[in-house]
């Protein structure tokens, strides 16, 4: 019988775990904030959800060894973009390494200084409430100080590995 005071050890490799989670459909978010000196911050992230309707909380998650880490960590700000389908080309982008992410991008600052990015299907506006470190990644908990919404937008779906601007039928 196992101890149920602790978890067994993994019966299955990384890759086939990354393989089994790709098949959870997701939404796609660009995570952005302003640093103290005022350069702008932007990662694409899956791994968003709602935690409290009240008080109005959400979350997503960072590799700790990410480059942007130091910026999310330290900020008392970020926003949230819900991307629509017309912006797979921009996940890509803030997905990827060595470009200027924000050349060309059209945004405006939130009420925390964070840029909020056109065209997204919403926006939430968080104060960073607190952080979890567990494994190999950093949970952030935002608290939603505001939040906008584009009514008629159609999302940008992550399945399988690969991105859908249609849902299949």
Same mark, same amino acid.
């Given at each position: 019988?196992?101890?149920?005071?602790?978890?067994?050890?993994?019966?299955? %490799?990384?890759?086939?775990? $990354?393989? #089994?989670?790709?098949? *959870?459909?997701? @939404? !796609?978010?660009?995570?952005?904030?302003? +640093?103290?000196?005022?350069?702008?911050?932007?990662?694409?992230?899956?791994?968003?959800?709602?935690?409290?309707?009240?008080?109005?909380?959400?979350?997503?998650?960072?590799?700790?060894?990410?480059?942007?880490?130091?910026?999310?960590?330290?900020?008392?700000?970020?926003?949230?973009?819900?991307?629509?389908?017309?912006?797979?080309?921009?996940?890509?982008?803030?997905? %990827?390494?060595?470009?200027? $992410?924000? #050349?060309?991008?059209? *945004?405006?600052? @939130? !009420?925390?200084?964070?840029?909020?990015? +056109?065209?997204?299907?919403?926006?939430?506006?968080?104060?960073?409430?607190?952080?979890?470190?567990?494994?190999?990644?950093?949970?952030?908990?935002?608290?939603?100080?505001?939040?906008?919404?584009?009514?008629?937008?159609?999302?940008?779906?992550?399945?399988?590995?690969?991105?859908?601007?249609?849902?299949?039928?």
């Amino acid at each position: 019988m196992p101890d149920s005071a602790q978890a067994l050890s993994p019966s299955f %490799s990384l890759p086939d775990f $990354r393989a #089994a989670l790709g098949m *959870f459909a997701t @939404g !796609v978010t660009i995570v952005t904030a302003r +640093d103290v000196d005022g350069s702008l911050i932007g990662v694409t992230a899956n791994s968003f959800n709602s935690v409290s309707l009240d008080p109005p909380l959400v979350l997503w998650s960072l590799a700790r060894q990410a480059g942007s880490m130091p910026t999310f960590a330290r900020g008392s700000h970020y926003a949230i973009n819900i991307l629509a389908a017309p912006q797979r080309a921009l996940a890509e982008r803030f997905a %990827s390494k060595g470009a200027d $992410r924000f #050349a060309g991008v059209g *945004f405006r600052s @939130g !009420v925390g200084g964070a840029p909020l990015l +056109d065209g997204a299907a919403a926006v939430f506006e968080c104060f960073n409430r607190s952080r979890y470190e567990e494994g190999d990644h950093v949970i952030f908990v935002g608290e939603v100080e505001h939040c906008e919404r584009d009514p008629g937008a159609q999302p940008l779906i992550f399945h399988g590995g690969r991105y859908f601007t249609e849902l299949p039928l």
